[in-house]
């Protein structure tokens, strides 16, 4: 990248690190960014890119590296001195606060007011009033609103993080549209987002972090998104896990749960899957594509809006996770803060499923309840020495215990969420395994991961998620990590949102 | 794990697995002061009559303790245990007995189901929600008043019998409290009601995820909570033997105490009420040693709170292996 030495560069990282114990999150991150430049931040789950954007903006000190902003080392130590010096960061999560109107949150950040109104008009949101409650604005205002704040101030590097997720496609093209007018007026901007195709129509180039380096600054040209993906996965891309001869799918009878256009809200439009008995169903998605809602709709915890789920020909519907457990549909929670009593015994947690329903209010019988807990511990091969609390125990362990629990109660269809976040490589095998056990003991699995490059060791067929909707079902022995980034980056082609 | 000297290491990390060890040392401890103080005042009645003003402040601990497992509290309890003793009593006269001792327990059950129903559907704050109707009860128990004052109240001799009297040197009220205690300790243990109570307190989340639904349990645990609070009601006015509209309502405060005390933490799924009992004993003990201080009645408050709050710190601190 040697085209053009001036201007100078206005913000320019290099050799950025950051620990967290022992953990390692960034070791080598690096990004420039010239004057009129808008470039893109991007790569996998874990690759570091929020510890970066959060060292970038003075959220995180940085262990070593340099920060130079006009030529300048900096050292911010709060997000308030990386205002001060012209970087001005949009996040993901609306930072308004809710119980006061707009003025008084104008009035907070010290936002002057005309240009502020200028620049919410100019976004495509019309007759906002000052004294409008943040509470009771939708969401999509909310993003419009910090954006207008953002560009109020006159930053000179604007850092946009998944700035359209939540937006309508004609606020999106306007986004688009004054970013890139903004950037054509020698404002830089960092433009973090899921999106190819955004990132195709407003970005110069794209920096590519993989294992908290910087592995690549690519030009953004047509046909650039294969190498992009290929960056992002790395020398993962040469390991082959080995299939399993998992077509154990049955051959009895039709699918096992079927689900018909499920909707939830906005964030999962149409959904249709077929789960068979014998079967583990990946699903592959990047975040917040509408997998959390479809597990939560069919565990029960929250209510579809639309479309149906038949579990053998009757269709069902829950009001609650109990019902969702007497048609045998089973919930571990992606976060497992989520799943577990922490101060108690693994025991007491695998157990609670036994005792919920008021029937079973009464004495316990110790023996048989210790009977199938035990058993559920020696199948999943739970480390036994920290029985007393939970919150004791590895990461692990403490995800077998949220999965033992079902298998104390009798597996009928699991529905899996991330089950190997975090955790170390071991206990990740002896999920598969388990799940491969189950699925050919005639369970079905419904099994979401943020991590492709296990779909083929512990899944039959993958289901594709963008946008809410299903792009793709794949084979697991054709989906390699490459096919699914581009079916999850939504670069099939068909199904595309227009 | 650093090699610290062993010994005092191992002591605490017994005393963590153990809560209730230390309790009954501080127990033990402050009878001793007390033995110090007054040579000769432990003795065999001494003892008694402690345990007779322990048992219904453990009583009403219970209603705390077990709802202080789902990290909730009852408030009303005292209002209600004050109810079914007065209704009981002015009801003895003209319903008889029996009769009158159902119909006293009936406002407590319906204060409990009340707090059940606002813990469990209205999604009140039970702080909130057992304040409320404390205070209405209070407000009821006055109106209630005005239409039986011509009647006036008798405490039966059977529960003055239970409240005060004595069977070779122990005091009748064992007969009720050990069977309760056992069930109780019993029940948070071993029943499917007492773990999710525990599962409740620990994570509202997880027990929905493993199909619990919460406003069961609470609706049931408030309305146990209301009929124990009776229960304790009648025990209590058969002590004193003097119904009046605040009766119990000095143990309200106690009964929060004892249950902290004994170890139950207040944000849910810790603790028992084993501690509980033992909390109970510690602070009618403290009473009577500050009471034998003669001091002014504002110092000896000053001095109780004082004493409470450097026990529960300590206690904390000391039972705490979480890291």
């Known amino acids: 990248m040697t085209d053009n030495q001036n201007p100078p560069p206005l913000l320019e990282a290099s050799g950025v690190s950051k620990r967290f114990g022992a953990v390692v999150a960034l070791h080598d991150a690096a990004l420039r960014l010239r004057p009129g430049e808008i470039v893109a931040l991007m790569g996998a789950n874990g690759a570091g890119k929020s510890t970066f954007v959060k060292i970038l903006t003075g959220a995180l000190r940085r262990d070593n590296g340099h920060i130079r902003i006009r030529g300048a080392d900096t050292n911010f130590s709060s997000p308030a001195q990386a205002r001060k010096s012209g970087l001005i960061p949009v996040y993901q999560e609306p930072s308004l606060i809710p119980d006061l109107d707009v003025a008084d949150n104008l009035r907070l950040g010290q936002t002057p007011v005309e240009p502020f109104l200028h620049w919410v008009s100019e976004l495509g949101i019309a007759n906002l009033r000052l004294d409008d409650t943040i509470n009771r604005l939708p969401l999509a205002t909310l993003r419009i609103l910090d954006l207008a704040r953002a560009l109020a101030s006159e930053p000179e590097v604007l850092l946009l993080d998944e700035m359209t997720a939540a937006l309508p496609t004609d606020l999106v093209e306007r986004v688009l549209g004054t970013v890139r007018a903004q950037a054509d007026k020698g404002q830089a901007v960092i433009y973090i987002s899921h999106r190819f195709a955004e990132i195709a129509q407003i970005c110069d180039s794209a920096t590519v972090l993989r294992d908290g380096a910087t592995v690549g600054d690519l030009p953004i ?84 809006t639309g479309g149906k789920i038949v579990i053998d020909d ?87 215990v949220t999965i ?28 598969y395994l388990l799940v491969r056990e189950l699925a050919a003991q005639g369970a079905s699995v419904l099994y979401y991961t943020s991590e492709l490059a296990e779909v083929p060791a512990a899944c039959d067929r993958v289901v594709v998620i963008f946008n809410g909707k299903v792009v793709d079902v794949i084979e697991a022995a054709e989906a390699d990590e490459q096919t699914l980034m581009r079916a999850a980056y939504g670069l099939t082609g068909e199904a595309l949102p227009a | 794990m650093t090699d610290q000297p062993a010994p005092l290491k191992r002591v605490l990390r017994f005393m963590g697995d153990n809560p209730i060890i230390p309790l009954i040392i501080l127990l033990i401890m402050l009878i001793g002061v007390l033995e110090y103080m007054r040579p000769g005042i432990v003795n065999e009645r001494w003892m008694g009559n402690t345990i007779k003003f322990a048992i219904p402040l453990a009583m009403l601990a219970a209603c705390q303790t077990l709802t202080m497992l789902t990290g ?24 008889g007995v029996p009769l009158a001792i159902c119909i006293g327990l009936i406002p407590a059950i319906l204060i ?59 005091p009748n009220s064992l007969l009720l409290f050990v069977p309760f205690a056992v069930v109780v300790i019993w029940a948070q243990r071993r029943t ?64 929060v105490a004892a249950a902290v005390i004994g170890g139950t933490s207040i944000f849910g799924g810790r603790g028992g009420y084993a501690g509980t009992i033992v909390g109970a004993l510690i602070l009618t003990v403290l009473g009577t040693l500050l009471t034998l201080m003669q001091m002014p009645e504002g110092a000896r408050r000053i001095l109780f709170g004082l004493i409470i709050l450097a026990v529960t710190t300590i206690y904390i601190r000391l039972t705490d292996q979480s890291r």
């Open chain 2, 112 to 170: 409990g189901l009340v707090n059940g129903f606002g813990v469990a559907f209205c999604r009140v704050h039970p702080l909130i929600m057992t304040l409320g109707t404390g205070l209405i009860g209070t407000g009821c128990l006055q109106v209630y008043q005005r239409f039986v004052i011509a009647t006036g109240s008798v405490v039966p001799d059977g529960l003055a019998w239970l409240g005060t009297g004595r069977t070779w040197g122990l």
């Open chain 1, 314 to 400: 009757a269709a069902v519907s829950f009001a609650h996770p109990a019902d969702a457990i007497a048609w045998g549909l089973t919930f571990v929670p992606g976060n497992r803060a989520d799943g577990l009593l922490m101060q108690r015994s693994v025991h007491e947690n695998i157990a609670l499923p036994l005792l919920a329903r008021p029937g079973k209010w009464g004495a316990i019988g110790m023996a048989s309840e210790a009977s199938r807990v035990n058993d559920a511990i020696a199948r999943l091969q739970i480390d036994t020495r920290a029985m007393g609390e939970v919150q004791r125990l590895s990461g692990g362990n403490q995800q077998k």
């Open chain 1, 221 to 304: 040209v047509p046909g650039v998104e294969e190498q992009v993906v290929e960056l992002m996965l790395g020398a993962a891309l040469e390991t082959n896990p080995t299939r399993k001869a998992g077509a154990a799918r049955a051959a009895s009878g039709g699918p096992h749960v079927q689900v018909r256009n499920l909707a939830v809200g906005t964030k999962l439009r149409d959904v249709s899957l077929d789960l068979h008995r014998g079967e583990v169903l990946g699903v592959v998605a990047l975040e917040g594509q509408g997998q959390d809602e479809l597990f939560e709709a069919l565990a029960g915890m929250i209510r579809p």
């Open chain 2, 72 to 95: 909730g509290i009852d408030l009303s309890a005292a209002v209600a245990a004050t109810i079914s003793a007065f209704v009981m009593a002015t009801q003895v006269p003209i319903m």
């Open chain 1, 404 to 431: 033992g629990r079902w298998i104390a109660a009798g597996v009928d269809t699991l529905l899996l969420f991330d089950p190997t976040r975090g955790i170390d490589v071991r206990t990740k095998r002896q999920i």
């Open chain 2, 192 to 255: 499917g009601f007492g773990r999710l109570l525990y599962a409740l307190g620990s994570n509202q989340t997880a027990s929905r995820i493993s199909g619990v639904r919460s406003w069961q349990v609470l609706l049931a645990l408030y309305a146990l909570s209301g009929l124990i609070a009776g229960v304790t009601g009648l025990l209590y006015v058969g002590l004193i033997k003097a119904p009046s509209l605040s009766l119990v309502n000095p143990l309200l405060l106690p009964s």
